[in-house]
């Protein structure tokens, strides 16, 4: 029987097999690279959190100067993830507007939701779970984040402080490239 070891957000499952240990990572139920083998559990476990410590050091190096994770990132972290219908709804919608750009009660309507409110909530629980994945921090305002920068930005270069003066009804999203990349492939 396989043993389990936790690495970040990875479990190493660990096993002898013809006398030599072997070890691979698993992010859920999904295998992440090759399977690593060593003379001894410890060194075959070692090479499975090396290489996974080396594979997020290329994706962190690949991000842009805002520090977001890549299309590539983005479209990993979406699989893993759990996404209501709704969600996806909003998602698709946000896709295909014209230039990925929606206001907050387009989204809902989207979503199928009576308000700007449970959008901005659905939303924002979605963009939580994204971030959480990517091990991204997103922007706060007044000490609290604001989870949907992980999906969606100000369409007008607007900032957290810009939306309360506006308006959450009204105010306009527009789809991260790198969201709208991850969705479109």
Do not use: C
């Given at each position: ?5 936790t ?42 959190k090396?290489?996974i ?30 996404i ?32 700007y ?69």
């Amino acid at each position: 029987m396989a043993r389990e070891t936790t690495h970040g957000r990875h479990v190493i499952r660990s096993m002898k097999i013809s006398g030599e240990w072997n070890a691979r990572a698993f992010r859920g139920k999904a295998a992440v690279g090759i399977v690593h083998s060593g003379a001894t559990e410890e060194a075959a476990i070692l090479a499975a959190k090396g290489a996974i410590d080396a594979n997020h050091a290329v994706q962190r190096a690949a991000r842009g100067p805002d520090g977001f994770p890549t299309a590539v990132e983005v479209r990993a972290a979406l699989a893993a993830i759990s996404i209501t219908d709704g969600q996806r709804a909003m998602l698709r919608a946000h896709l295909l507007a014209p230039e990925n750009i929606m206001t907050a009660t387009e989204l809902a309507t989207a979503g199928g939701y009576d308000s700007y409110v449970s959008a901005n909530s659905q939303y924002g629980a979605l963009g939580r779970k994204l971030s959480e994945e990517l091990e991204w921090n997103p922007p706060e305002f007044k000490g609290v984040p604001t989870w949907t920068f992980a999906l969606a930005m100000g369409a007008d270069g607007d900032t957290r402080a810009d939306m309360e003066a506006m308006g959450y009804e009204q105010w306009r999203w527009k789809l991260r490239l790198e969201v709208a990349e991850a969705l479109s492939d």
